[in-house]
């Protein structure tokens, strides 16, 4: 099972975030059948999402939306509280060719556009409240560099982010994924800033510690080197979705008793794929049926 770990480091000066993605991708992809590009895109956009959720309570939600006029058109992925994540690519197949690097071009398949945040909570229990929503350009494309971004011009957060995804060529398609974000507090030291800065320009490429199973510990150690930490919580993550058959049912439901009948006339049911996880949804006669009489009572 993934895992996310937050805390401190530096006597409190700067948070952690560190979370093992690697079955998390694996069933993405599974799910998607996104191309290798598309793949380590969303993986990063998804662990990226985990990591700048890590501190959401009860019923926060986390949404990152990508907008860009790249292939793949666009990215979305959602964190809630209990560890689940789920996500999508606009255009699942859309591929381009390696970089100068002989590496996935994620800045090619994203192109350019708008990077976006938004933290509602309360949704799902209707204590609906206005979201927070901020935004930013992108201005790397290759995601890490985009949530570092989003921090420092948005919430005024100087921080640094690894993402990484290791595919491989056969199945399960996924070697590793995963990620560590540094978040300096107010007040950090201006010497232990520039001993992370350090640290982590002359660390291995994150990708090559988290092909060696390393644990979420491991790359925070890789970010903070010499530095001190502490672990504060742990929790579980996994690729859950919260479509079902009911909510597929009563959305046919809303759709009215005209458009109902129709697709019992010319269909005889119904056929309904969830965009986040990709899971489809058939209605038989009888569902539909059972849909009238519920709505004519
Ligand atoms: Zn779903």
């Known amino acids: 099972?993934?895992?996310?770990?937050?805390?401190?480091?530096a006597d409190g000066m700067v948070r952690v975030m560190a979370a093992v993605t690697t079955d998390i991708a694996t069933e993405v992809i599974r799910r998607?059948?996104?191309?290798?590009?598309?793949?380590?895109?969303?993986?990063?956009?998804?662990?990226?999402?985990?990591?700048?959720?890590?501190?959401?309570?009860?019923?926060?939600?986390?949404?990152?939306?990508?907008?860009?006029?790249?292939?793949?058109?666009?990215?979305?992925?959602?964190?809630?509280?209990?560890?689940?994540?789920r996500g999508y690519v606009k255009n699942s197949r859309a591929e381009v060719p390696f970089n100068n690097n002989g590496k996935f071009n994620v800045r090619g398949i994203i192109g350019e556009g708008m990077f976006y945040v938004i933290r509602e909570s309360g949704y799902d229990i209707g204590l609906y409240s206005e979201p927070y929503v901020g935004s930013v350009p992108i201005v790397s494309g290759e995601i890490a560099e985009d949530f570092a971004y989003y921090l420092a011009k948005s919430e005024q957060i100087p921080s640094a982010v690894l993402l990484g995804v290791l595919l491989q060529k056969s199945e399960p398609f996924v070697k590793a994924s995963g990620g560590v974000m540094l978040q300096m507090l107010p007040g950090a030291n201006p010497h232990i800033i520039t001993m992370i800065e350090d640290t982590i320009q002359h660390a291995p490429h994150l990708t090559s510690v988290i092909g060696?199973?390393?644990t979420s510990e491991d790359l925070v150690k890789l970010a903070l080197g010499e530095i001190n930490f502490k672990i504060l919580e742990e929790k579980e993550i996994k690729f859950a979705c919260t479509?079902?058959?009911?909510?597929?049912?009563?959305?046919?439901?809303s759709l009215g008793a005209s458009e109902v009948e129709s697709m019992l006339r010319e269909d005889k049911g119904a056929v309904m794929t969830c965009g986040f996880c990709n899971e489809t949804y058939r209605l038989d006669e009888a569902n539909l049926q059972e849909i009238l009489h519920e709505n004519l009572d």
């Open 243 to 253: 479509c079902s058959f009911d909510r597929a049912v009563s959305l046919i439901g």
């Open 1 to 9: 099972m993934d895992k996310l770990i937050h805390g401190v480091a």
């Open 32 to 85: 998607h059948r996104t191309s290798p590009t598309a793949s380590a895109a969303l993986g990063r956009v998804l662990t990226g999402t985990l990591l700048l959720g890590s501190s959401l309570k009860d019923f926060d939600r986390l949404t990152v939306k990508i907008e860009c006029n790249g292939a793949v058109g666009g990215i979305v992925a959602e964190a809630d509280a209990t560890g689940n994540v």
């Open 212 to 214: 060696n199973k390393a």
